[in-house]
C-alpha cells in the first residue's frame, strides 16, 4: 500500500483545516483507515478511525470538532479539523492494516498558534 497525506499547514486557533489521504495500491474500500498524530516529543496517538463500512471512532480531545470521512470512488480518507486548538499540534498521519501490520504514510505537519 501506498498512502500520502496533504493538507496540512499552519493555521490560528479557532481555525480549520482538511487533510487529505490517496491509498494505491490496495482494494481501498475493503481496508479500515485512520488518522493518527504525533506531538513534539509525545507518543503517535489515535485520532479518528473509519472502518470499511463508514462506522468511525473518535479521540476523545477531537470528538465534536474534527469529522472523519472516506471517499471509496477516489481512494480517499479525509480529515476535517474544526476548532484547531494548540493542543493539535502535530505531525498527521494517514494509517491502515495491510496483510496484519499497520501501515504509514510520511505523514503533514499541522502547526496551531494561539
Known amino acids: 500500500v501506498q498512502l500520502q497525506a496533504s493538507g496540512g499547514g499552519l493555521v490560528q486557533a479557532g481555525g480549520f483545516l482538511r487533510l487529505s489521504c490517496g491509498a494505491s495500491?490496495?482494494?481501498?474500500?475493503?481496508?479500515?483507515m485512520a488518522w493518527y498524530r504525533q506531538a513534539p516529543g509525545k507518543e503517535r496517538e489515535l485520532v479518528a478511525s473509519?472502518?470499511?463500512?463508514?462506522?468511525?471512532i473518535y479521540e476523545n480531545s477531537v470528538k465534536g470538532r474534527f469529522i472523519i470521512s472516506r471517499d471509496n470512488f477516489a481512494d480517499a480518507v479525509y480529515l476535517q479539523m474544526n476548532g484547531l486548538k494548540p493542543e493539535d499540534t502535530a505531525v498527521y498521519y494517514c494509517?491502515?492494516?495491510?496483510?496484519?501490520?499497520?501501515?504509514w504514510g510520511p505523514g503533514t505537519l499541522v502547526t496551531v498558534s494561539s
Open positions: 494509517s491502515t492494516i495491510e496483510r496484519g501490520l499497520r501501515r
Open positions: 473509519i472502518t470499511s463500512g463508514g462506522e468511525t
Open positions: 495500491r490496495i482494494m481501498f474500500r475493503a481496508y479500515d
